[in-house]
């Protein structure tokens, strides 16, 4: 038996629910990734341009696989507000078979 292809969690945050919505159906909505959880807002504290700035931001969380993840990483850069995104890859190291199947079979449909 074959296993599935290597399923990854795909982080990213926005300035705005609204964002975050449209962000997380279009890459749903192109088969980049199976499903996305939208949650917020979040409280961020980070480093830009030399000073430390707090700001309230909006998770989204996707699922897809490694083979789909350069064409989902470019369709978030192109779509997203900030100069520099959030966009973190973690491999799913494990997980139901039937869930991981189906996150495949969602983004190979592309």
């Known amino acids: 038996m ?3 292809p290597a399923v990854l969690t795909v982080l990213t945050t926005v ?12 890459a749903v909505e192109a088969r980049l990734a199976a499903c996305a959880q ?5 409280t961020s504290v980070y480093h830009w341009q030399g000073a ?8 989204v969380l996707l699922k897809t696989t490694e083979a789909v993840y350069p064409a989902l ?20 190291v494990r997980g139901s078979a039937a869930y991981l199947e189906w996150v495949a079979a969602e983004t190979a449909a592309r």
């Open 15 to 26: 300035d705005s629910a609204e964002s975050a919505e449209a962000l997380a159906r279009g």
């Open 73 to 92: 990483e470019a369709h978030l850069k192109a779509a997203h507000d900030y100069d520099t995104p959030e966009i973190i890859a973690t491999p799913v």
């Open 2 to 4: 074959t296993p599935p």
């Open 38 to 42: 939208v949650s917020g807002p979040v």
């Open 52 to 59: 430390v700035e707090t700001a309230r931001e909006w998770q």
